[in-house]
């Protein structure tokens, strides 16, 4: 037998008809006495309830050895040792209430953080109520106070700039988003398995006159399925638009006349670029026509560094962003109006937008923001950068399969996951410890990253990665060097196209445009 409370076996056993236990006689008495219920059932008892159980003569014997006469007269241990029983009881009881006590704190503790649980799920929902509702009310308000009283801008060609972008159009946008991005995940795409780089001999080398030239890419006509243009170009208007293996020219500034600098051009089609200048105007030019089907002057004498079309989203209008962050939406049409998207000035270095058409992200050397076309009343979205530790932004751009966001410096290249809360990483960040990151792009399996590195010695590299989806991390699986691969010490960008028979990486190594079979 063993004590229900002390664990041990009872010197004098006690039965309670409660809970039908056994006791150490000292122990449940002390007990009952002070609480007047039995320690296990709860229930009301009393002393006189308890039933003493009777031992046999030999665990008589063994309880009650060391009481034994010889002992108590000679040497007094059996008095020490009742002594040590009585504490240990003591003991016993005080520990069995505590653990009692204990059991009884956890109880209450679960209740409380379940009510606190509860509460903040009701507190949380209560809150995203509160922002619809002041949404739809700043929605209101922008669009029916008669007392703000906003006059259409003169604009050129017969066009006027609006204040705000109107509902309709936001609704129709959404709509049109939806089935795009619908439609496109239908759309199985693969692209051309990635083999050792060579350079493409049988592919003319593009060139422009002077050292300024950039590189821009967009997909034909706003999606991917119909392939991916690069268009390679100079201040001064040169310009060429790329396929994988094929070129066309076109010199758009003398279209907009007045000595006219290009800041941006963009591909729209084989034969369609969007352009912006250095004064602010924007276009589409048309290189078989020669001429700019319509152009536009936006007054505020800043560089255009970001435009595109998305004809399955916006239709025949197009987006132009400044250096100032001002975001255009310009109805191409003869006389069409121009909507100024009237958000807050946030100085703008680079831009792109999503490839469902709503989210714009504009970045600078130190600010990375990602801004919802359909909800320019609510502030953007920060994304956090550290420039000490991690160095000036250098490019941020959307991905093509719609779930992350690249943020580059020269030494690091980072991942953000559109799909989790703000500024979670999808995979393990590429540090560039002893290398400059120079360029870079992604092939649209989002499986194959291509580098552009300079190491401590001035060599310029291409590199090759794979991205391991198990431990979200980049794989270098190659490098050569770009005097090696394509004939030149120096590249400076680079971007990935493709074809139904293999995969190409356009390489600008000055003015010129290099052509690279991987």
């Known amino acids: 037998m063993f004590c229900a409370i002390s664990g041990k076996p009872p010197k004098t056993a006690s039965f309670s008809p409660s809970s039908k236990c056994v006791f150490e006689k000292s122990l449940i008495e002390a007990y009952v006495a002070e609480n007047g219920i039995d320690p296990i059932s709860k229930e009301p008892l009393q002393i006189d309830q308890l039933v003493e159980i009777a031992k046999t003569p030999e665990q008589y014997a063994m309880s009650n050895s060391v009481n034994s006469p010889t002992l108590n007269s000679n040497y007094s241990i059996p008095n020490l040792l009742s002594a040590l029983q009585d504490e240990w009881d003591a003991v016993m009881l005080e520990n069995f209430q505590l653990r009692q006590q204990v059991e009884a704190s956890k109880k209450e503790l679960s209740t409380a953080l379940y009510r606190c649980d509860a509460a903040m799920n009701v507190a949380a929902k209560a809150a995203m109520e509160a922002d619809k509702l002041k949404q739809e009310l700043n929605i209101l308000t922008t669009n029916l106070a008669p ?167 916006y239709g025949d209008s197009y987006i132009a962003i400044n250096t100032k962050g001002r975001i255009l939406y310009v109805e191409s049409e003869q006389g069409g109006p121009v909507y100024d998207a009237e958000v807050d000035a946030f100085p703008t270095e680079f831009a792109h937008i999503h490839k469902d058409g709503l989210l714009i992200a504009q970045a600078n050397g130190s600010q990375l923001i990602v801004r919802d076309l359909t909800n320019l009343h609510e502030k953007p979205i920060h994304y956090l950068h550290d420039v000490e530790k991690e160095g000036e932004i250098t490019s941020a751009r959307f991905a093509s399969n719609g779930y992350w966001l690249f943020v580059s410096t020269r030494k690091v290249l980072k991942v953000f996951d559109l799909r989790k809360a703000p500024n979670t990483l999808a995979a393990d960040p590429i540090q560039f410890e002893k290398e400059a990151l120079k360029a870079w792009d992604v092939e649209p399996s989002m499986k194959i990253l291509f580098t552009i590195i300079e190491d401590a010695n001035g060599t310029n590299v291409i590199q090759r990665y794979r991205f391991a989806k198990a431990s979200k991390n980049w794989n270098l699986e190659s490098s050569v060097n770009c005097e090696d691969l394509l004939g030149v010490k120096e590249a400076h960008d680079l971007s990935y196209l493709w074809d139904q028979a293999a995969g190409f990486l356009k390489v600008q190594s000055g003015n010129e445009l290099i052509t690279v079979r991987v």
């Open 147 to 313: 007392t703000k009283e906003q006059v259409a801008q003169p604009f050129s060609a017969g066009h006027m700039i609006e204040p705000g972008l109107p509902r309709d159009l936001v609704n129709e946008l959404v709509t049109r988003s939806r089935h795009f991005a619908g439609e496109s995940r239908k759309t199985k795409f693969s692209t051309p398995s990635c083999s050792e780089m060579t350079r493409a001999g049988d592919i003319e080398l593009v060139s422009v006159p002077k050292d300024d030239a950039r590189i821009a890419v967009a997909y034909a006509n706003g999606n991917i399925a119909n392939g991916k243009l690069i268009s390679f170009y100079s201040a001064d208007g040169d310009c060429y638009i790329c396929s994988a293996t094929s070129s066309w020219k076109g010199c758009p500034n003398a279209a907009f006349g007045d000595n006219a600098l290009t800041s941006f051009a963009a591909p729209h089609s084989g034969t369609e670029m969007i352009v912006g200048t250095q004064d602010g105007r924007h276009g589409v030019y048309d290189l078989e026509a020669e001429k700019i089907s319509t152009a536009f002057d936006s007054k505020d004498d800043c560089p255009v560094i970001f435009a595109l079309g998305l004809p399955e989203v």
